[in-house]
């Protein structure tokens, strides 16, 4: 039996609707829109051009959040289109690395860089390529190992329906 510590998402995570920019303080995450599985979160600045990235809420095989990705585009290095942060639960082996699969079967395993009260995390830079390969995928899975089961991976996973749309809408 594995036995890890649920994620708490945020709040604003949680939400189905968009929230109303105005609404929102400065400095405070909001829900722009909601694409199948993926969701825009920006963040509230003074200005008018908040930063943003998408997001997804990673759930076990019961239905119960275990996980997040919280994903952006980027430019540099050359070759490489997203960069992300992949939250797992506290008990997560940190000596093995995070494996990502994606739909057409391509490997790509990351380790982790540091753990606090909500998990552990791996961070992930996405080549042209495996952006491609989500685009065109529906579904996927992440691999980790827990203290509690070495040796026995417990697989997750993660959704692309939306990815392709919610992807598109970043700058």
Sequence with gaps: MVALTLIPCLTVLAQDQSTDRSEVPVGQHYLVETYRDWQ???VKTDG???PCHIYQLIKNKDNLPIGEITLLKVSEPEGVSAAATIL???GTLLTSKLV???DDGTKVDYP???CDKRGCYARAAFTDDEVLSMKKGRSGTIEIETIS???EPLTLPVSFLGFTAAIGDLR
Excluded: E, N, V
């Design 40 to 42: 825009r979160i920006c």
């Design 48 to 50: 008018d051009d908040d």
């Design 88 to 90: 797992t639960p506290l």
């Design 100 to 102: 990502l699969t994606l």
């Design 112 to 114: 982790f860089s540091w």
């Design 149 to 151: 089961a070495p040796g």
